[in-house]
C-alpha cells in the first residue's frame, strides 16, 4: 500500500531563517536558558554512610552543550555542567555481554588520583549489547518538532530538518514515521509512513511562527504513538525544540507529571535540544528521564550523526529498564569516598530492592560509567578527626580481600521484576594502583574537566593544563576534540559562570 502523502491543508510552508545571533553571557539580561544544576557532591565517611546508590544516566547533552558554550567564546554555565554526561558522552574498551540474557557487562578497576596522591580512583564500568539494522525491531516514531517563533535560527529548525532527515534515511522496511509540528497551535504534518520522500518533503515544509504550546502537543504526539503501536516493537516520541515552552502546560514539573502518567503505556521519549539563548535545558533533560528515554543536544550536523545515526540503535532501541547501582565500600580497606557527578541520579539506600523505584535505562550498546575517588583505610582523608572517642568510628577488623562490593538491578523489557548482578571488587587493586593509563587516563581527564569546569574545590591546583597533558593522544575524532576543548579553556581560563 502506498504510503500517505503530506495533507495540503495541514502542511506549512517554508520559510528563510534569522541570521545567526550572537548569543549573550548565561545570567545576563538578555539569555534566559534554564539549567538545574546541583552543587558537587560532599565526602562521605565510610563509618556514617557506607553504601552509596545512584540510577544510570545514559544522556549526552550537557557535554555537546558545554562545548557549544567554549566554542563560542562564551563563559561556561556552571549549573549546565553534569560530570557523568560528560564521562558518558565517549566510548571505552569495555569488553561486550558474553549472553544476552544478562544485557550488559560489568567492569571495575583501580587507579591512583592525578589531582591528589592520598586517593585512589575506582571504575564501575557499564556495556550493552549491540544490534545493526537487521537485528533491531520495527519502529513506531513520531517526530514532535517545535516550529514556534523562537526556533526562527540558524542553529534551531534548520539543524532539526536536517537532524530528523538523517533519522529518517536510517529507517528499516517496517518502522513507520508521522510528524506533528506545533507552535500556537498543533497539526499533524504527515501520518505514519515508511517512505523517506515523504518524510523529507514534510520536514522540508516546516517554518517557525508563533508560540509554544509544547504541553498540549506532547499529549497529541503520545495520542498518536498509541494508535500506531507495534506491539514488540519501539515505540517512541523523538522531540525536537529549543525547550521554550509559554502556552498550557509549561512549567517542568506539570511537564513531568504528565509524562510519568504515560511513560507506562511502553511508549519512550527522547528529546534533542537545540539553540542557545532562551534554551530550556533543565525541562529537556528531566522530561526525557521521566519518559525513560534520553536526551542529547545537537550543536551541529556532525552531532546529529552521531546521535542519530552513529548511535542510532542505543537511542531507540531499550535493552534494559530502571538500571540502579549500589557500591557497599569495604571499610577496612575504605575511609572515605565520593561518587564524582551523578548528583542529580542519587538514591536512596532502600531504593535499590524497591521495583516501583523508576531509574534510568540503557538501550543497545549504551555504556556508562561511574567514578569513585576514595581514601584508603589508614590515609588521613579529607575529613578531620572527630575530638571525642565516642564520635570516632571503632578500628574495623580486616574482614576479607574486598575493597567494595558493586551490585546492579535491571528489569529486562516487558518485566516488571528485577534481577540482580553482584561483582566484588578485589582489595589487591588498590594496593597495586598506578598511574591512570589508556582508556581510564582519559575518563580521569574528562572527569576532571567537567568538575573542574563546576568549580570543584577537590581538585586542589589541579588545571586545564595538567588535564590536557592526562588525555592520551587519540586518531578519534572525538577524543580529539575533547583536548581541543580543553586548550580552549585553557587559553580562555573561562570563568564558571552562575546566576545570583
Not at 534515511?169 to 517512505?195: F, W
Not at 504550546?213 to 499529549?219: P, S
Request: net charge negative; aromatic share 8%; glycine share 8%.
Amino acid at each position: 500500500m502506498a504510503a500517505p502523502a503530506i495533507m495540503p491543508s495541514q502542511a506549512m510552508r517554508s520559510t528563510g531563517t534569522a541570521a545567526a545571533r550572537a548569543t549573550p553571557e548565561y545570567g545576563s539580561r538578555e539569555n534566559t536558558e534554564r539549567y538545574d544544576g546541583k552543587a558537587v557532591a560532599s565526602i562521605l565517611s565510610v563509618a556514617d554512610q557506607p553504601v552509596s546508590t545512584f540510577s544510570v544516566d545514559v544522556d549526552t547533552g550537557a557535554y555537546a552543550n558545554v562545548r557549544r558554550m567554549l566554542t563560542q567564546g562564551l563563559n561556561v554555565a556552571e549549573d549546565a555542567v553534569r560530570t557523568e554526561e560528560m564521562i558518558n558522552y565517549f566510548r571505552y574498551d569495555y569488553p561486550r555481554p558474553a549472553d544476552r540474557a544478562v544485557p550488559f557487562s560489568v567492569t571495575t578497576d583501580v587507579s591512583t588520583t592525578p589531582w591528589n596522591p592520598g586517593t585512589r580512583l575506582m571504575r564501575i564500568g557499564l556495556r550493552g549489547y549491540d544490534v545493526d539494522a537487521r537485528g533491531r525491531p520495527p519502529a513506531n516514531l513520531v517526530f514532535l518538532v517545535d516550529v514556534s517563533g523562537s526556533m526562527d535560527e540558524d542553529d534551531k529548525l534548520p539543524l532539526v530538518k536536517k537532524s530528523l532527515s538523517m533519522l529518517a534515511d536510517r529507517l528499516g522496511p517496517k518502522d513507520r514515521v508521522s510528524i506533528i509540528a506545533y507552535s500556537g497551535m498543533v497539526q499533524t504534518v504527515l501520518e505514519p509512513t515508511n517512505n523517506t520522500n515523504y518524510i523529507r518533503q514534510a520536514l522540508d515544509c516546516l517554518y517557525a511562527e508563533g508560540s509554544t504550546a509544547g504541553g498540549t502537543a506532547m499529549k497529541s504526539a503520545y495520542a498518536l504513538a498509541r494508535a500506531n503501536y507495534i506491539e514488540g516493537g519501539i515505540n517512541r516520541i523523538v522531540m525536537a525544540t529549543d525547550g521554550d515552552f509559554n502556552v498550557g502546560v509549561s512549567d517542568n514539573k506539570a511537564l513531568i507529571d504528565m509524562v510519568k502518567r504515560e511513560r507506562d503505556s511502553g511508549i519512550t521519549l527522547t528529546t534533542l535540544g537545540f539553540g542557545a539563548g532562551n534554551y530550556n535545558e533543565a525541562m529537556m533533560e528531566q522530561v526525557a528521564d521521566a519518559g525513560n528515554g534520553n536526551y542529547a543536544y545537537i550543536d551541529s550536523a556532525m552531532e546529529a550523526q552521531k546521535v542519530l545515526e552513529d548511535e542510532l540503535s542505543a537511542t531507540l532501541l531499550t535493552i534494559a529498564k530502571d538500571v540502579k547501582v549500589q557500591v557497599e565500600f569495604n571499610p577496612a580497606q575504605v575511609k572515605q569516598y565520593r561518587l564524582i557527578g551523578y548528583e542529580n541520579r542519587a538514591l536512596a539506600e532502600e531504593d535499590f530492592t524497591n521495583d516501583s523505584v523508576d531509574a534510568g535505562d540503557m538501550g543497545a550498546g549504551h555504556q556508562v560509567t561511574a567514578l569513585y575517588e576514595i581514601v584508603p583505610a589508614g590515609s588521613a582523608g579529607w575529613l578531620p578527626e572527630r575530638r571525642y572517642e565516642g564520635n570516632r568510628p571503632a578500628t574495623p577488623a580486616n574482614t576479607g580481600g574486598e575493597l567494595a562490593f558493586v551490585k546492579l538491578r535491571y528489569k529486562l523489557p516487558g518485566e516488571s521484576a528485577s534481577r540482580l548482578i553482584e561483582r566484588p571488587v578485589p582489595a589487591a587493586l588498590i594496593h597495586s594502583a598506578r598511574a591512570p593509563q589508556g582508556d581510564m587516563a582519559f575518563v580521569t581527564a574528562v572527569a576532571a574537566f567537567g568538575q573542574k569546569l563546576r568549580g570543584d574545590k577537590y581538585l586542589g591546583g589541579f588545571g586545564y593544563r595538567e588535564i590536557g597533558a592526562l588525555a592520551p593522544a587519540s586518531n578519534d575524532y572525538w577524543r580529539s576534540e575533547f583536548t581541543r576543548l580543553v586548550r580552549l579553556a585553557e587559553s580562555g581560563q573561562p570563568r564558571r559562570a552562575a546566576r545570583d
